[in-house]
């Protein structure tokens, strides 16, 4: 009789830069929504197991697609992990759904399903060979971003514009991130689209004054991106030589912003 394929162990993700794009929006959606809830915290592993799942279907789905051999039992243990995943994010999420504050939910499904929506069409870019293109990267990460104003209205706040402008925080992050990390790569094969870089983040410092002028963000998420845009104009004029020292800079920058971040919208819950 044949075995069936082993499990072994779970297939996760090694860059540091992914898990901060998923951690940090829910962390500044808790922040935002004045204390965790039941609905809330159980969006935290939902999401979580959704990420992984995703990690674990991409790179046998196109394998598969594409007809590339692949080493013995590896389709068949990614496809396995993408199971569990993917039912654990299911339980997590229906739990999550029938812990909503009364009145929360059907707002709590339809931003569930936009953040569902966004991630799929990145993924169907990926299949389509232009995961790497700017609008899927955009894409992608817009749906991460969205996981904020999700874990807001679960716990019971309403889709506001200040619900919205806490993903848009999120969404600014990364957005810089992907533009210094272009940048610095384009600036180490010479070329001048490094320039690029730093006119993204003038657009980018344009388009948070206005996010505050019209009550979208509170001032302390402002302050949250100075070590953002400051590790910017390090790092152009003063390049990491290596990968490693890039990944080092960016963990540190990641939790000045989060925690600046964090203070200013717990500031603003406490203050309502």
Known sequence: MSRGPALGPPPLPGEHGAWAMLLIPLVLGLAAAGGPGAASLLLVPALTFLFLSRYAALPAAIRLLEGKPAPPGFVARRLLWTAVYLGASLAC????????PPGAFAVTLRVAAATTLLGAAQTALVFAGRGRSLGAELLGMAGLASAAPLVIVASGGPLDAQALGVGMVALGYFVSTLAFVRAWRARARGSAVAGAGLA?????????????REGFIPAGALAAFVPVFARTAWGLRSPPQTIRTLGWREAAVALAFTGIAVAAFLGRAGGE
């Not at 999420?93 to 909503?100: C, G, N, P, R």
């Open 93 to 100: 999420l229906v739990a999550a759904l029938l812990s909503t």
């Open 200 to 212: 993204a983040h003038l657009v980018l410092a344009a388009l948070l004054v206005v996010l505050w």
